[in-house]
């Protein structure tokens, strides 16, 4: 069976490793990129089944790379990673197409189920 594939997309060096090391030992093939830019070439070139994207991303901002996204893919997996009030862009986000978001500092276990649950119907 061929390995699912996860994107994190997220400016913070520390949770791109921390996220990539929880979702490696889970069996996922996982990607990371430090911006929109790169997280766009990442999608064009290996289509990823689940983004973890962070809202607050220098350049183009979490929206706009969901909006791309989308485009992109209609159907893939979104699920935000947001700092603590920003629920004017957690509706906006959910109205386009984000499954759900996790308010930083998330717990691991919670967002690691969470992706389990998307990707594996668990």
Same mark, same amino acid.
């Given at each position: 069976?061929?390995? +699912?594939?996860?994107?994190? /997309?997220? &400016?913070? *060096? ?14 996922y093939? $996982?990607?990371?990129?430090? *911006? ?10 290996? %289509?990823? &089944? ?5 809202? +607050?991303? %220098?350049?183009? &901002?979490?929206?706009?790379?969901? +909006?791309?996204?989308?485009t992109?893919? %209609?159907?893939?997996? /979104?699920?935000?990673m $947001? ?5 004017? #862009? =957690? +509706?906006?986000?959910?109205?386009l ?5 996790? $308010?930083? %500092?998330?717990? =691991? &276990?919670? #967002?690691?189920?969470?992706? *389990? ?6």
């Amino acid at each position: 069976m061929e390995k +699912k594939k996860v994107l994190i /997309v997220d &400016d913070q *060096n520390g949770i791109r490793i921390l996220l990539m090391e929880v979702f490696g030992s889970e069996g996922y093939e $996982t990607f990371q990129a430090a *911006n929109g830019k790169i997280a766009l070439e990442i999608v064009e070139k290996e %289509p990823p &089944d689940l983004v973890l994207l962070d809202m +607050k991303i %220098p350049g183009m &901002d979490g929206l706009e790379i969901l +909006k791309h996204l989308k485009t992109m893919n %209609p159907d893939i997996k /979104v699920i935000m990673m $947001t700092a603590y009030g920003e629920l004017d #862009m =957690i +509706k906006e986000a959910t109205e386009l197409g984000a499954l759900m978001h996790f $308010t930083k %500092p998330f717990d =691991i &276990d919670e #967002m690691r189920i969470a992706v *389990n649950k998307q990707l594996r119907g668990d």
